[in-house]
């Protein structure tokens, strides 16, 4: 007869198993999910901002479920995504609210460029006031391209090592986490001619509760945990399972950083 442990041990991979993973929607984890925030709103920027615009972008809107809650939108109105999951998932919840989405290829990591491609994003030169990126990667040198004199960017990246607690847990290879230091993001953008006006950065501690919630999570970063299967992982996810019951909550470090920029 299986114990309680294996029992719920059972119902969360079932669970995990079957949720989807279109989308970029946490919130039904609820509580097995506390993700830790700075101290800034990159949200209420983000809409504060979306309300004075008059034409923008959103890159790397994943789902469009962040995105959705910022309304209203202004009349003319976009958002890119290069997880082709998630393109159909953002044009159904974001096209309703009159923003359009488009499939774009994605930038490598902030971290890991070099030179720069030409019209990467498929806007004409000056003609967008607002550029939104949030934990997406970019070509700094197309986003001045393409906003207007006075237009503004505004990103959040989140780095550092939020993963290894968990590649260590499923025996995963460690893919390398993007090192998108505030140095670097700033750098970056003031080498392509953006004027920095905020900068700021924080380390936070996320937590995943239980083993599901872990299992769920993996699936949902490929690019983090590829070929992860909870099959598997069988094996690993039930000593995970043991070790959470004794020692609590999965932690999730990372570094996150903010940076707001106009093109002069």
């Given amino acids: 007869m299986a114990t309680e442990s294996q029992a719920g041990f059972e119902r969360l991979l079932d669970e995990a198993e079957a949720r ?22 990159y949200d209420d920027r983000a809409r504060q901002l979306i309300g004075g615009s008059r034409r923008f972008v959103d890159l790397g809107t994943g789902g469009g479920e962040a995105l959705s809650r910022m309304g209203p939108f202004p009349a003319v109105s976009f958002a890119t995504e290069a997880y082709a999951p998630n393109v159909g998932v953002a044009a159904g919840i974001l096209r309703p609210l009159g923003v359009c989405v488009l499939a774009v290829d994605g930038a490598p990591d902030n971290d890991a460029q070099a030179g720069a491609p030409h019209e990467w994003l498929p806007f004409r030169d000056s003609s967008l006031d607002l550029v939104l990126a949030r934990h997406e990667s970019y070509w700094a040198c197309d986003v001045r391209r393409v906003l207007q004199r006075g237009g503004t960017f505004l990103t959040q990246q989140v780095g550092g ?26 750098a970056q953008l003031r080498e392509s001619g953006l004027d920095v006006v905020v900068q700021r950065q924080e380390a936070v501690v996320s937590r995943l509760a239980d083993v599901g919630a872990v299992a769920w999570y993996a699936k ?13 992982k069988r094996a690993q996810l039930w000593d995970l399972h043991r070790r959470i019951g004794s020692q609590g909550p999965v932690p999730l470090r990372s570094r996150w950083a903010l940076v707001e920029a106009v093109k002069p």
């Fill in 161 to 186: 090592t939020a993963d290894c607690e968990v590649f260590r847990a499923l025996e995963a290879e460690e893919v390398r986490l993007p090192d998108v230091s505030l140095s670097l993001l700033t």
């Fill in 20 to 41: 989807p993973t279109s989308g970029w929607d946490f919130s039904w984890l609820g509580d097995r999910y506390v993700q830790a925030s700075p101290s800034w709103s």
């Fill in 220 to 232: 949902m970063l490929p690019w983090q945990f590829p070929g992860f299967s909870i099959a598997a």
